[in-house]
């Protein structure tokens, strides 16, 4: 679904990914951690052609991105649902109208979108929340209607980043839920965290990037703790 081969982004002076090889399976659940700086906004630019590759072949789904013409690039894009930490929903519209609106961009019927935005509402726990307005919703709840907007056309790849960035634990287990469900329908995601605990608890793939390099790709826990300080361990006399 996602093969990045050998793909290099620099930012001047700046490695921003450097000879990165992965590949990313149709139906996927993968985790992508590392330290602030390492690459992960990179990788996730792009997948999404918001940057283009200095080196390096990378295909999405039957895209070859690394040569894709301008014309394509919002087909790309639409094949590729993404949630954000700050939920961004448009605060003057209703929460139907806010997942009503990513229809409309794609021309589908008045029809269409009556029928189907109610039944993914319900599908993210927000079934009666549709004439409420953004502000007038948790942070959770507000997290649900990003979630059915990224979902609503059936995109093949969800890309939620930070999606749990602004939430409390009990509601970010809730999103999880919702997350390992819309994967379990065969929707590829690819979700960039800082949350140690969700990582070690959800027991998914987990792509580690430092410095603009990979250098862990495999299953099970978060791996290093970000908050461990290797000075202190040196200079701390006891
Ligand atoms: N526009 C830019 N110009 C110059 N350097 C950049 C630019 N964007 C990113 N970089 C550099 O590229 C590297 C990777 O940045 P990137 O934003 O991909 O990191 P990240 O893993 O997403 O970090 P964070 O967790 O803080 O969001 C960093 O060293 C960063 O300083």
Request: hydrophobic share 40%; net charge negative; no cysteine.
């Amino acid at each position: 679904m996602i093969t990045f081969t050998n793909v290099t982004k620099m930012y001047g002076e700046n490695v921003g990914l450097e000879n990165a090889s992965v590949n990313i399976e149709n139906g996927d659940f993968v985790f992508l951690v590392g330290p602030s700086g390492a690459g992960k906004s990179t990788f996730i630019k792009l997948i999404l052609k918001e940057l283009d590759a200095d080196a390096g072949k990378i295909q999405v789904g039957e895209y070859d991105v690394t040569n894709l013409s301008n014309r394509q690039i919002p087909q790309l894009r639409r094949k590729i649902g993404i949630v954000f930490q700050d939920f961004r929903l448009l605060p003057k519209k209703t929460v139907f109208e806010n997942v009503a609106f990513a229809m409309e961009i794609m021309h589908k019927s008045r029809r269409q979108i009556r029928k189907r935005v109610p039944q993914v509402l319900t599908l993210v726990g927000i079934g009666d929340k549709a004439k409420r307005y953004p502000q007038e919703l948790s942070a959770g709840e507000q997290q649900r209607v990003a979630i059915a907007r990224a979902i609503i056309n059936n995109p093949k790849v969800l890309i939620a980043d930070e999606p749990t960035g602004n939430l409390d634990p009990d509601t970010a287990t809730g999103i999880m839920q919702l997350l390992d469900e819309i994967n379990e329908t065969g929707t590829t995601i690819v979700m960039v965290t800082h949350a140690k605990d969700i990582v070690d608890r959800m027991n998914k793939r987990v792509i580690a990037i430092e410095s603009g390099h990979i250098v862990r790709d495999d299953y099970g826990q978060y791996g290093y703790d970000e908050d461990d300080d290797y000075r202190e361990e040196v200079f701390t006399d006891d």
